[in-house]
């Protein structure tokens, strides 16, 4: 949306303002779960698409060039960590991964008290 607004694109800054609508609404409608985002996650991607058209169509492209691919640039990186970070923890949440405890009762032992009640206590 910056982008738009310095370079007085109002195509982008129309799609951002709506980009960002859509998921402030889907963060307080739909409660953070992915499956409601499926439509805006595919509306930011042409969103990004379409602004990456803008960034390489440029007419004055002449010192803005390097920018572009600076910009073009920084999106491939920060993109490459999140995808490995996002492998890391999707591979981390498996049988043995950091995740078990919170899917097992690891950790936790049930034991009936005196009076036949069923309580949790911390295993080792």
Known sequence: MIYGLIRGKRPL??????TLF?????????????????????????SFLFY?????????QGGTMILSYLFIFAFVV??????VLNLVRISSQGGGGAFIR???????QQELTESLQQANFPAG
Do not use: C, H, P
């Open 52 to 60: 990456l058209y803008y960034l390489l169509s440029d007419e004055d």
């Open 13 to 18: 800054v129309g799609i951002s303002i709506v």
């Open 78 to 83: 920060f993109g490459g960590i999140q995808m």
């Open 22 to 46: 859509g998921w402030v609404l889907w963060w307080f409608i739909g409660g953070g779960i992915l499956w409601y985002a499926i439509g805006i996650v595919v509306w930011t991607i042409l």
């Open 102 to 108: 919170y899917k097992t009762n690891y950790g936790i």
